[in-house]
Every structure is written in C-alpha cells, then in structure tokens.
T-cell receptor, first 116, second 114 residues
Framework: GENVEQHPSTLSVQEGDSAVIKCTYSDSASNYFPWYKQELGKRPQLIIDIRSNVGEKKDQRIAVTLNKTAKHFSLHITETQPEDSAVYFCAASRAAGGTSYGKLTFGQGTILTVHP | EPEVTQTPSHQVTQMGQEVILRCVPI?????FYWYRQILGQKVEFLVSFYNNEISEKSEIFDDQFSVERPDGSNFTLKIRSTKLEDSAMYFC????????????FGPGTRLTVT
C-alpha cells in the first residue's frame, strides 16, 4: 500500500520568513496530493492540493510543487505569519472515481511555529 | 468549504461498551470516509463507504467496527466493544467524487474510553 513520509517533524521560523515542508510517496498510481492544516483540537482543513497532471500550484502565500518522477511533493509558505502556526499534514491518494475510492494516506505531520 | 457535521463532539465510555458516532452527509457527496487520529499522531484511514457499502478498509478496521447508513441519511461508525486503545479523535470525511477530488473533514468526535 501507499506510504507517505514527511519532513521535518518540527519547523520553527521567524515571521516573514518562508517555510518548506517535504513529502515523499511510494505508490506511483497516486494522483492526488492534498495538504491539510490542523490547529489544536480542530479538524484537518484542506489548504491546497495538486493533481498529478500539474507540476505546481499557487494560492496567494502558499504553493505546492510535485515531482512525479521522484515521487515527492512540497508545500511552500511565503511571508509566514503567526497565524500560520499549526500542524501541517501532507497526504496522497488515488482520487475517488472509477475503481478507486480515494482513501488518503497521511504523512506524520509537521509542527510549524512562526515566531513574531 | 462544505460543512460536514458530526455528533457527538465528545463521548466518554467504559471499556467494553458500544459506541455509535454519527456524521451528517453533504448532498451530492458520494464518498464517505472515517479516519482516526490518536492524540499527537497522524491521521489514519479506517474505512471508505460508497454506494451504501464498504469499498475499502484498513487493518485497523477489524470485526469490532462497522459502518452503515441506517436511515439512508446519517452515516455511522459503530465500535461494538471499546478498548482503551480506541481512545482517539474520529473524523468523518466526504468527497463528491468524479472530477472533484477534495475531501472535507467534519469537526470530529473525541472518544475517551476509561
């Protein structure tokens, strides 16, 4: 089955700096890679995703890149703010549809702390 | 973002008791999932449910777990005989399917087994 590795486990940056979180996956059939942000005691919240037919996607201060050949994808947050502090999870799946039912396999999570 | 709702928000039960966790489906969302997150750990897949039957399950989802849509509406996860190690947050998630890949999570039910 799919295995997702995420690094680093903790990341501490100063406000205004950039943050990068990296994930690798094992199943070459995975075609959907979402990123979730989880604040303490809250639900995982989808912040950005990328499909396997795209190499990069950007939404304001966050971007995700995908290298299918190397089976890795990364989350980039620019101009970090204290409210970006949270746990970030990457995930991989074969998207729901046809013979695939879309289960997400998550990485171990990265605790991001943005210092004012 | 579509709003997924779950009840109860917190459930405390004694070891060996049965619990039922509920999730209210979003219209037009065809795929349902249950995930578990033990405190401080990653989110783990339990089971997916499509077309009123289980489509995929993990090794965690053993005989003490079951899922159903008893009234064709709410989507439930039942744990027949709870163990201490079942203490976790249980999240329901839903996806529309087709060209829409996004999975949206409910607020979770915190299950505490004593």
């Amino acid at each position: 089955g799919e295995n997702v590795e995420q690094h680093p486990s903790t990341l501490s940056v100063q406000e205004g700096d950039s943050a990068v979180i990296k994930c690798t996956y094992s199943d070459s059939a995975s075609n959907y890679f979402p990123w979730y942000k989880q604040e303490l005691g809250k639900r995982p919240q989808l912040i950005i995703d990328i499909r396997s037919n795209v190499g990069e996607k950007k939404d304001q201060r966050i971007a995700v890149t995908l290298n299918k050949t190397a089976k890795h994808f990364s989350l980039h947050i620019t101009e970090t703010q204290p409210e970006d502090s949270a746990v970030y999870f990457c995930a991989a799946s074969r998207a729901a549809g046809g013979t695939s039912y879309g289960k997400l396999t998550f990485g171990q999570g990265t605790i991001l702390t943005v210092h004012p | 973002e579509p709003e997924v709702t779950q009840t109860p928000s917190h459930q405390v039960t004694q070891m060996g008791q049965e619990v039922i966790l509920r999730c209210v489906p979003i219209s037009n969302h065809l795929y349902f999932y249950w995930y578990r997150q033990i405190l401080g750990q990653k989110v783990e897949f339990l089971v997916s449910f499509y077309n009123n039957e289980i489509s995929e399950k993990s090794e965690i989802f053993d005989d003490q777990f079951s899922v159903e849509r008893p009234d064709g509406s709410n989507f439930t996860l039942k744990i027949r005989s709870t163990k201490l190690e079942d203490s976790a947050m249980y999240f329901c998630a839903q996806a529309r399917g087709g060209w829409s890949y996004e999975q949206y999570f409910g607020p979770g039910t915190r299950l505490t087994v004593t």
